[in-house]
């Protein structure tokens, strides 16, 4: 089989994700309310919001972690419910916790990776080198994980999600915790991954820099709905000079970045809201 | 990075990952990467032998002396040593789970239940890696029985039977725990009861003494017991004289059954975990 061949069973020339009324509830929350998305191809998408605006389950849901309560979601062409495989194929994710095992090697957690996705094994070898060299751990391939810094785990966890070529690439709060010049590292590595691919990439941020750095376009959700979307430019455009994206969030959802979340949530709201003040 | 674009090799590797060769490869390079892990840390390995050797030691010792067991002519360290081998595999097993919910709270599950491996060869691999861990830790049992004097099987057959039994019912027991792990999905709660299970796992079966000195209900749950399987093939295949009370076959089939009804079960659980 010609492996650049379209998939017949794919829709093809979709955006690569799109939502219709995409709707999650937990108990009487809803935590996301009738999304509709549409995320071109090639393009760096930042999905911004408080804690609880429900950008992780948007995520899991995009990723098949999660079935919705309604609506539906199509990611590279496929359907999240009733093809969570050919998704799983398709995507990549970084989850926003720790995902590296920390008791590997950087190798050894690209090896399983490889095998999961069924990457044959005389490409898996050449690709692990080729990607750990490309994250900039061309010499620590052979380090336990444990011994990594945290921007070294990041981006060996990028180098994972993006092992088997996925169309697109889901990063959850991609360089929350890491300390400024690791974060550089981390968005040098992502814009130049994405120069070189076309992936295209959803990431949920809370950190406004990082927004404006990195994505063509943001949308910020706030209690499960999409409150504004653009381009940060013509966001900033409307606010007037001098504004940064801070203001925009501000001038949308009213600036509590405080709002919902359990433990875990405001121990990373603290972080957060130490960084952006 | 040559990789990976879109529409190319990726989805073609990905779309012939679909048979039973794969469903295998996903099974070991689970099954591996917990090996790696448990290779570079023996440590724990020790550790969990010293309270099999103290049943025999102190326990085993003491009730020999009593001589009140009736044991069907083996000696009563002869007896019990399979019931502790199976007991030592039991209390590792049983807190297996454990290390799914710590996968589920560092975010190591998401990650692995995003791929397209299947569900059942991520369960079925974590199980598999148990029971090479168990057979480790049995070779230290065994080592123990030959010092004591156990009159064990000399012809190795038997012990290619021992070798599989304990993997097994390695399996079974892990698998059974990450069952418990997926439903209360949090560490205290899931330490809580794997206390309350090991207990009357290991008192309702023949490990320690026969069935038939039970009570009546009890030996109902005792026959439903699959550690009670585990212990009667083991006590066949690995005790000189001894005789198999249901057959080797029907112990071994017991074990291969609730395996792959307990496999069946994760694999749907699994992927609740991760919410």
Redesign the interface.
């Known amino acids: 089989?010609d492996?650049?061949a379209?998939?017949p069973a794919a829709e093809p020339q979709a955006a690569a994700i799109s939502t219709r009324g995409l709707t999650r509830r937990f108990g009487p929350l809803v935590a996301v309310d009738g999304l509709d998305l549409e995320i071109a191809?090639g393009t760096i998408f930042g999905l911004l919001g408080a804690n609880g605006a429900g950008k992780s389950t948007t995520i899991?849901m995009l990723?098949?972690?999660?079935p919705p309560s309604s609506g539906a979601a199509r990611v590279a062409g496929f359907d999240v419910v009733r093809q969570a495989?050919q998704v799983?194929?398709?995507?990549?994710?970084?989850?926003?916790?720790?995902?590296?095992?920390s008791?590997?090697t950087g190798r050894?957690n690209l090896?399983?990776?490889a095998?999961?996705?069924?990457?044959?094994r005389g490409?898996a070898g050449r690709?692990i080198e080729?990607?750990l060299r490309?994250m900039g751990l061309g010499d620590e391939g052979g380090v336990?994980v444990r011994k990594y810094s945290g921007g070294m785990i990041r981006r060996l966890?990028i180098a994972?999600?993006?092992?088997?070529?996925?169309?697109v690439l889901f990063l959850d709060e991609p360089t929350i915790g890491l300390d400024p010049l690791a974060r550089q590292a981390v968005w040098d590595r992502l814009l130049d991954?994405r120069a070189?691919?076309?992936?295209t990439v959803l990431l949920t941020t809370h950190d406004m820099e990082e927004a404006e750095a990195l994505c063509q376009t943001v949308a910020i959700m706030h209690r499960g709905r999409i409150a504004v979307e653009g381009a940060p430019a013509a966001l900033l455009a409307e606010i007037g000079p001098g504004a940064s994206l801070s203001d925009v969030f501000a001038r949308h959802i009213g600036g509590s970045l405080d709002e919902g979340g359990g433990y875990r949530d405001v121990a990373r709201t603290r972080r957060t809201a130490k960084r952006l003040g | 990075?040559?990789?990976?674009?879109?529409?190319?090799?990726?989805?073609?590797?990905?779309?012939?990952?679909t048979g039973l060769g794969?469903f295998a490869?996903?099974v070991?390079?689970?099954a591996g990467?917990e090996l790696?892990?448990l290779g570079?840390?023996p440590t724990e390995l020790l550790t969990r032998s010293v309270q099999p050797i103290l049943w025999l030691l102190v326990f085993g010792q003491v009730f020999g002396r009593t001589h009140a067991i009736p044991t069907g002519g083996l000696g009563y360290l002869d007896f019990m040593a399979p019931g502790v081998l199976a007991q030592s595999i039991l209390f590792t097993s049983i807190f297996f789970g454990i290390a799914i919910i710590w996968e589920r709270?560092?975010?190591?599950l998401?990650?692995?239940?995003?791929?397209?491996?299947y569900r059942s060869a991520l369960v079925l691999g974590k199980g598999l890696s148990a029971g090479v861990r168990a057979l480790a830790q049995s070779a230290l049992v065994v080592v123990v029985t030959l010092v004591l004097g156990i009159r064990l099987r000399a012809h190795p057959a038997y012990w290619v039977g021992v070798v599989l039994a304990v993997a097994v019912g390695a399996a079974v027991f892990s698998t059974f725990s990450l069952v418990v792990a997926c439903v209360v999905k949090t560490r205290e709660r899931f330490m809580g009861i794997g206390q309350v299970l090991t207990m009357p796992l290991f008192f309702a079966s023949n490990a320690i003494y026969p069935i038939d000195l039970m009570p009546g209900w009890l030996q109902v749950v005792a026959r439903l017991n699959p550690l009670t399987y585990l212990v009667d093939g083991l006590r066949y295949l690995m005790v000189e004289g001894a005789a198999s009370a249901f057959g080797l076959g029907v112990d071994l089939a017991v074990q291969v059954l609730v395996l792959a009804l307990l496999v069946a079960v994760a694999a749907r659980l699994y992927?609740t975990v991760?919410?």
């Open positions: 089989m492996p650049r379209p998939d191809r899991k990723t098949t972690l999660l495989r799983r194929r398709r995507v990549g994710y970084v989850p926003q916790l720790l995902s590296a095992d008791a590997l050894e090896l399983l990776s095998r999961l996705y069924g990457i044959p490409d690709l080729e990607s490309f336990l966890e994972q999600a993006l092992l088997h070529g996925p169309d991954m070189r691919t076309g992936t | 990075m040559t990789s990976p674009g879109r529409g190319g090799p990726p989805s073609a590797w990905a779309d012939a990952a794969d490869r996903q070991l390079a689970v990467s790696h892990k570079r840390d709270d560092l975010g190591i998401q990650k692995t239940l995003v791929s397209p491996a992927p991760a919410v």
